[in-house]
């Protein structure tokens, strides 16, 4: 299984914008990612997710337009550029990774489709 390392979250005013990462500690080629969140007192939720080859991607209906998911896979690495975020963006932040050997382009967007998860940073979005 491939290691996860969330960074990039932090307090930001409501309008600003965050960058995530996601950090993998081996070869992360060949897994698709998606990102998800957890606010107190909620299940988590799917936020984006994009494919091993990065041609395919897919939003939650309450992020499309203001977050974009991209990837990296030189560096082993795939970001969510979170903008014009809200209160209500508020969580923690995690992201999976998922095996992927047959379709370059299929993205998963249930938790239970991943196997391997990070330890989730901290966004807060003030008003």
């Known amino acids: 299984q491939v290691q996860l390392i969330e960074s990039g979250g932090g307090l930001v005013q409501a309008g600003g914008s965050l960058r995530l990462s996601c950090a993998a500690a081996?070869?992360?080629?060949?897994?698709?990612v998606g990102w998800f969140r957890q606010a107190p007192g909620k299940e988590r939720s799917f936020v984006a997710a994009i494919s091993r080859s990065g041609r395919g991607n897919y939003y939650a209906n309450s992020v499309k337009g203001r977050f974009t998911i991209s990837r990296d896979n030189a560096k082993n690495m795939v970001f969510l550029q979170m903008s014009s975020l809200e209160p209500e963006d508020s969580a923690v932040y995690y992201c999976?990774?998922?095996?992927?050997?047959?379709?370059?382009?299929?993205?998963?967007?249930?938790?239970?489709?991943?196997?391997?998860w990070g330890q989730g940073t901290q966004v807060i979005v003030s008003s």
């Open positions: 999976a990774a998922a095996p992927s050997f047959s379709n370059p382009i299929k993205v998963v967007i249930t938790t239970e489709g991943y196997d391997t």
């Open positions: 081996s070869d992360f080629r060949m897994y698709a």
